[in-house]
């Protein structure tokens, strides 16, 4: 059983399209983190999230943690070809612990 | 800053070889740690290290696997011998004084062992 589910699975878009991708768990995390590994790099981290509700941006990226600091979301508006990449959702409890990931292709 | 460092980017072996993956990490970092990255398992924690010692080991698959970390700058990744399970991507990342620290990723090595 996985610490960190993550939907859905696989995403496939045209540019302009909005999206969200969702990490979800049983437990109660202080903070929680997004990543985006790019094709034949490692991840990289794109943001932390450390109270419940709370809602940060980054460009056109909009994450919030839940209110119960159980899930959170990650919303892209307009995508583009550049947003292509694997979407990682990870605790940091001294060591990261990894979501399963949603892989993003946007298409011209 | 260079970043952190892997070698080689790609490995092709043959079972029952021994392989090793090199990490040399962000300077000044005093964490480094080990994963492995397939489609099946995603992104694993293998093991890490904490100023050159190794603190938890736990993802590390079987004995066949080990990691040393002679020095802060440098660290090895084994299999002996390799199986063709073994075939994935394997990641080090480093880490600063503080466990809130971002983590910085290396470009992995991807192995393949025939």
């Known amino acids: 059983t996985q610490l960190l589910e993550q939907s859905p699975q696989f995403l496939s878009i045209q540019e302009g399209e909005n999206l969200t991708v969702y990490c979800n768990s049983s437990s109660v995390f202080s903070s929680l983190q997004w990543y985006r590994q790019e094709p034949g790099e490692g991840p990289v981290l794109l943001v932390t999230v450390v109270t419940g509700g709370e809602v940060k941006k980054l460009k056109r990226l909009t994450f919030q943690f839940g209110d119960a600091r159980k899930d959170s979301s990650l919303h892209i508006t307009a995508a583009q070809t550049g947003d292509t990449g694997l979407y990682l959702c990870a605790v940091n409890t001294d060591k990261l612990i990894f979501g399963t990931g949603t892989r993003l292709q946007v298409f011209p | 800053d260079a970043g952190v460092i892997q070698s080689p980017r790609h490995e092709v072996t043959e079972m029952g070889q021994e392989v090793t993956l090199r990490c040399k990490p962000i300077s000044g970092h005093n964490s480094l740690f080990w994963y492995r990255q397939t489609m099946m398992r995603g992104l694993e924690l293998l093991i890490y290290f904490n100023n050159n010692v190794p603190i938890d080991d736990s993802g590390m698959p079987e004995d066949r696997f080990s990691a040393k970390m002679p020095n802060a700058s440098f660290s090895t990744l084994k299999i002996q011998p390799s199986e063709p399970r073994d075939s994935a991507v394997y990641f080090c990342?480093?880490?600063?004084?503080?466990?809130?620290?971002?983590?910085?990723f290396g470009p992995g090595t991807r192995l393949t062992v025939l």
């Open positions: 990342a480093s880490r600063g004084q503080d466990s809130t620290d971002t983590q910085y």
